[in-house]
Structure formats: C-alpha cells, structure tokens
C-alpha cells in the first residue's frame, strides 16, 4: 500500500517545491540559486535541477545583478519569463462578460467587455464558448502561448469540477463550464466564485498581501465572503465561498435565487437596500433622496451629509454584516477583516457599526487588535481570474504541466 502511494506522493512533492521556488523568483528576482536554496530550505541540487526545467521551458530567465554589499563582479540571477506566455481571463456578472489576454506576469495584454444578456434563445453555456471563441479569432495576432483559461463568476459553484449549479442573474442548472472548456481548447481551466477570486486577488497583490489569516466580506449585488487561514484559501472539495449570504435571517423573507427564502443576501444586498430606500421613502418627505435618483451613491452620500433614513439603512445593513462577522471571528481568529463594496464610500457610517459589533460579540482576545479596512481592488474586470492562475502557478499545480509541456 505504501510503495503503491509513494509515486503520487513524490509527484506532489515536487510540484510543491518546483511552486514555491517560481513564487520566490517571482518575488525576489533577480535573485542568486545560493540565495533561492536559502530561503525555499532546498538543497543546492534540488535547486538547481527545479531551475534547469524552468529555464529549459523558457518560463525564468538569468540576468546579471549586483548583490547588496558587494563591489565585485555582478552575480548571475533568475527572473520570471513571461511575455510570451499568455492565458484567458474571464469574468462573468449581470448581463455582461469581461475577456482578457494577460502573460503569466499578470499583466493585462487586451479587455474587452461584451453583452450577456439574461434572456436568450441560447443557452448560457453555449453563449459563453461562443463569446471565447470569437475573442479569440478578434485578438489572434496578439495570442500567444496559451497556458490556462480562468473564469470568476457568482452563484453556487462546484469548484473542483467546474460545475455551475446555480447563478444570479441567469437561468442555470448544474452547467459543466470546465469540463466543457476543457474538452473544446485542451487547457487547464480554473473556475472559481468571484467573491474568493477577489479575496487571493488582495491577498496576492492588495490589501492583505502578507498576512495569513484573512475575512474578506462583500457586499455588492451578492453577499459573501472569502476566508485566508495559514496562507491559503479555506475550502473544501467542491466550493470555497463561505456562503453567508445565503443564512437565513428571515424565515418569512423573500424567496432567493439559491431556492431558500429570507437570506441575509435578500436583506444586505445593494438592491435589497435600495428596494427598502425606496419603500421608506413613502414615509420620509424629508429625505433628501426624495429629490433625486436613488442609486448606491446617492445612498451613501445622503448618509454621509446626515440624512436619517440613508443612516438608518447603512447601520441596519452594518449591524447584519457585524454580527455575522464576530461568529466568524470567534471561529477564525483573523490578522485582517477587509471589506470589499460599493458601501465603502460611506466608511465612516458603516464600518464603525460593524466594528461595535465585533467588539461586542467576538471575544476580546480576537477583536480587540481588529481593524476593519477595505480592499484595494474593485470586483471589476478580469484581476480576480488573474489571481487564480498566479495562485495555480505559485501552489505548482499549472507550473508542472508547463514544465511538462
């Protein structure tokens, strides 16, 4: 039983090392093998083996630099090699679809936006390889090598396999998107929930870059949340978004997409809140949203300015938020909670009642050095993809089967 494993176990080994010396490359390049042997605890043949493949696969490169200290001759380092190796980001929301060429350095080669309407005569999944297919064809002479195709997207996910199970916005049941993708182009694809693309996305380049235990909440037209815990992204076998918006805070509430009814995402959601604003207005002559349109940012800058009903909404919103996330904190223990949504710009209204509530229900172990902050990023364009395939690279996973051709 042990020889029988032993193969498997080997090859991951060595997946997870040949990741973690491209992630120090990546991160400290140009940077001496002596120096890469160091820091990655790897022996000087292992290291130089990892880096003959990588050079051999054209993915790192030497370079001459001059160390710190040194008036000698320049040593001879390593760097990435990106430009020529490219993949597809994708992200899909409310009636459109963002595509994006970026080289494996993330950075972004062409975006285009297209339509997506909800209603079609063709299926979603039909459109969506549709749309691929012609961007291809669109953008042919900037393409080339093609290594993976990464899709961020709502709804209920099976990660994994690459299965939608259900979305937003769009009429979807048990959709095959990887596999599908998979078969049609020969790449790796990796799909995963906007919400925990976006939480590597600022753990990898953002705003809790560096710390290993992260709760990233957001509140746009979902709800959820994404958890960083010793470094990785927590997760199962099949899903990693930690479905928060999908509790059910009002038995009697509104039926949601996911088939529950009375979730927090059918109360805290931005069109949730706006749906309130505007019943309430009914009963608030005075409100200064009476005089104009009623959208998130008219909502955040009346409560900013001291309107009531704008106020009383936000808090009401922060104090769901806020309770939730002292159970988290209590199971968690975070270095970082960040908030990633269009309620940021009324900050000084909503985060001071989250952060009460954190301090009043987590205990004060965990809570007392919190901070709330926000992200770095907006959940827009194709970054958050961009984050699954450095992530994929930087765990080995999509390295070795570059390095395998």
């Avoid at 409100?287 to 106020?311: F, I, M, N, R, Y």
Wanted: negative net charge; hydrophobic residues 40%; glycine residues 8%.
């Amino acid at each position: 039983m042990i020889a029988d494993s032993q193969p498997g176990h080997i090859d991951q080994i060595k997946q997870t090392n040949a990741g973690v010396v491209y992630r120090l490359i990546d991160r400290f390049g140009p940077i001496s093998r002596i120096e890469l042997s160091k820091r990655a605890q790897l022996a000087p043949a292992s290291i130089t083996k990892i880096v003959r493949e990588m050079l051999e696969a054209h993915l790192v490169q030497e370079t001459e630099f001059q160390e710190v200290g040194s008036r000698g001759r320049p040593a001879v380092g390593l760097i990435l090699d990106t430009d020529a190796w490219h993949y597809l980001s994708v992200r899909i929301g409310s009636g459109e679809m963002t595509l994006a060429l970026r080289d494996l350095s993330s950075k972004l080669v062409v975006e285009e936006g297209v339509p997506l309407p909800s209603q079609a005569t063709e299926p979603l999944l039909t459109r969506i390889i549709g749309e691929i297919d012609r961007f291809f064809i669109r953008q042919q002479n900037k393409l080339e090598r093609l290594t993976a195709i990464a899709i961020t997207l709502p709804g209920i996910i099976n990660t994994k396999k690459g299965i939608v199970h259900r979305m937003p916005f769009y009429q979807v049941e048990d959709m095959p998107l990887g596999a599908e993708l998979e078969r049609r182009t020969g790449l790796p694809v990796y799909i995963q929930h906007d919400i925990c693309a976006w939480t590597i996305a600022e753990s990898l380049f953002g705003a809790s870059r560096g710390a290993d235990d992260v709760i990233q909440v957001v509140i746009d037209h979902n709800v959820g949340a994404g958890v960083i815990t010793g470094g990785r992204l927590l997760h199962n076998s099949r899903s990693s978004l930690v479905e928060i918006g999908h509790t059910q805070v009002d038995p009697y509430g509104r039926q949601c997409y996911c088939g529950n009814h009375g979730c927090l995402e059918t109360v805290a959601s931005i069109g949730s809140m706006l749906e309130l604003a505007e019943q309430r207005l009914h009963a608030s002559p005075h409100s200064t949203l009476q005089h104009q349109p009623l959208t998130v940012e008219s909502l955040c800058d009346a409560a900013l300015a001291g309107d009531q009903l704008a106020k009383d909404i936000i808090t009401g919103v922060g104090n769901s938020i806020g309770r939730i996330l002292a159970m988290m904190v209590n199971l968690f223990n975070p270095q970082k909670i960040l908030i990633g949504s269009p309620l940021n710009r009324a900050a000084e209204v909503f985060y001071p009642v989250i952060t009460a509530c954190i301090r009043q229900q987590a205990l004060p172990d965990y809570s007392a050095e919190i901070d709330v902050e926000p992200t770095q990023f907006l959940n827009v364009g194709t970054m958050p993809g961009a984050a699954l395939v450095k992530d994929a690279m930087y765990s080995g996973e999509l390295l070795v089967k570059l390095l395998q051709g």
